[in-house]
């Protein structure tokens, strides 16, 4: 009966290991790299455009206050920030960083939440798909120069995640009081 406790113990002191929180002044940035969308499809799965590519925007948001909450979280989409916009194109390159700053508290994770559409300037937008691009917080770095960028990985897709993917990766690093709250160098969306 003790070893099995001690193995839960162990088990679960692991577990809450990987959800420690980190105090700021710090950042995360997100690097949106692509979004693949070869079949050029809406979230129901039929064509942005019969005679051409997709016109994509993509608005969003760094969710650090409740990156655990259901869609859309916990700002409106009516507040979302315009992180990227092409037109007639299934395959964007984006190399985009997002950026947010957390100036006091501290955060175990941050979400990434992008919503894209495609643009129809003669009727409504339609609904691509939407995005959630968990970062968990670890392995903060002392500074920005001492930050390494992270493997690339991709978001969760919410409607065709088979079929329409887009990657990323992140880095994490503390910034001074004074720097919070202030546009990074070479950042190119902050939410």
Request: charged letters at 25%.
């Amino acid at each position: 009966m003790a070893y099995s406790f001690r193995i839960f113990l162990l088990i679960f002191g692991l577990f809450l290991s990987g959800c420690e929180a980190v105090e700021g002044p710090l950042r995360v940035e997100l690097d949106l790299r692509r979004l693949n969308n070869s079949y050029a499809l809406l979230q129901n799965g039929q064509q942005c455009d019969l005679t051409s590519a997709c016109d994509m925007r993509i608005k969003g948001y760094l969710d650090t206050d409740s990156p655990l909450d259901a869609w859309p979280g916990s700002k409106p989409l009516a507040t979302w920030t315009k992180v990227f916009e092409k037109d007639n194109d299934n395959i964007p390159i984006i190399n985009k960083i997002v950026s947010r700053d957390v100036c006091r508290g501290d955060i175990t994770r941050a979400n990434l939440r992008l919503l894209v559409v495609d643009v129809d300037s003669l009727t409504k937008n339609d609904l691509i798909e939407q995005f959630e691009c968990m970062v968990p917080v670890e392995n903060v770095a002392s500074g920005m120069a001492r930050a390494t960028w992270s493997t690339e990985r991709a978001c969760d897709a919410t409607f065709n995640p088979a079929r329409i993917r887009l990657n990323f990766r992140y880095r994490v690093f503390h910034i001074t009081l004074d720097e919070c709250g202030r546009p990074p160098a070479g950042a190119t969306a902050k939410t």
